[in-house]
């Protein structure tokens, strides 16, 4: 199993294994706050340009960490297909008016950061190479969420790079994208911290010192 040092660690890794996309017209799209830090390592490899997208996810009441689904930037809400369709279904009829609202703050939560420097936006990924990004991958979900927010949106190849996945997740990943890079692949759920010394609580200033820094 893979272990490392910090995330730029698994950055550095990462980049080598996509090198054929350095100096093209690609950018590096972050799929959550730890995330910025592996992805601004491939960034700085490739000499292009990262983005951080923003999701929030929907919890069931009574049950946090369970989550039904996560909301994109665009407002999109898909579901987490790890969980059964009876499961959901049976969710959304006891809890509807709870998940309504909380989908509504979390669009309202995104909509707050959404013009900050650094975000990703239909301009800045259009007619690229798109490299998505993640500290590690135990369900789909943020791959079904890049996803819906790219759909009318025209790229030329969608490219995964992540330090460790879930066979679950890897599945997905060769359904979603053109290409992947995974170094670690698990069964089961995990915590992506048991795979880095450092931990996942980056700040907002780390986070927007990085994105600041591949603007400049």
């Given at each position: 199993?893979?272990?490392?040092?910090?995330?730029?660690?698994?950055?550095?890794?990462?980049?080598?294994?996509?090198?054929?996309?350095r100096?093209?017209?690609?950018?590096?799209?972050?799929?959550?706050?730890p995330?910025?830090?592996?992805?601004?390592?491939?960034?700085?490899?490739?000499?292009?340009?990262v983005?951080?997208m923003?999701?929030?996810?929907?919890?069931v009441?009574?049950?946090?960490?369970?989550?039904?689904?996560?909301v994109?930037?665009?407002?999109?809400?898909?579901?987490?297909?790890?969980?059964?369709?009876?499961?959901?279904?049976?969710?959304?009829?006891?809890?509807?008016?709870?998940?309504?609202g909380?989908?509504?703050?979390?669009f309202?939560?995104?909509?707050?950061?959404?013009d900050?420097?650094?975000?990703?936006?239909?301009?800045?990924?259009?007619?690229?190479?798109?490299?998505?990004?993640?500290?590690?991958?135990?369900?789909g979900?943020s791959?079904?969420?890049i996803?819906?927010y790219?759909?009318?949106?025209?790229?030329q190849?969608?490219?995964?790079?992540?330090p460790?996945?879930?066979?679950?997740?890897?599945?997905?990943?060769?359904?979603?994208?053109?290409?992947?890079?995974?170094?670690?692949?698990?069964?089961?759920?995990?915590?992506?911290?048991?795979?880095?010394?450092?931990?996942?609580?980056?700040?907002?200033?780390?986070?927007?010192?990085?994105?600041?820094?591949?603007?400049?």
């Open positions: 199993m893979v272990y490392f040092e910090d995330r730029s660690q698994a950055g550095d890794i990462l980049a080598e294994k996509l090198s054929s996309y100096n093209t017209n690609t950018v590096v799209v972050a799929l959550s706050k995330a910025v830090l592996v992805a601004r390592r491939i960034s700085d490899y490739l000499n292009c340009e983005t951080l923003l999701m929030e996810p929907v919890d009441p009574g049950a946090p960490g369970t989550t039904i689904g996560v994109n930037q665009r407002g999109d809400f898909v579901y987490n297909q790890e969980m059964g369709k009876g499961l959901r279904e049976e969710l959304e009829m006891e809890f509807h008016n709870t998940f309504a909380e989908k509504l703050e979390k309202h939560k995104i909509n707050t950061m959404i900050h420097d650094g975000i990703v936006s239909p301009e800045s990924v259009a007619n690229k190479n798109v490299i998505i990004v993640n500290d590690g991958l135990d369900t979900t791959i079904d969420a996803t819906a790219l759909k009318p949106i025209h790229i190849r969608l490219i995964a790079a992540v460790i996945a879930t066979i679950e997740a890897v599945d997905r990943l060769h359904i979603a994208c053109d290409e992947l890079h995974v170094l670690g692949v698990i069964p089961g759920n995990f915590a992506p911290d048991h795979y880095f010394d450092e931990p996942a609580d980056i700040s907002d200033e780390q986070v927007g010192a990085a994105l600041s820094l591949s603007l400049a």
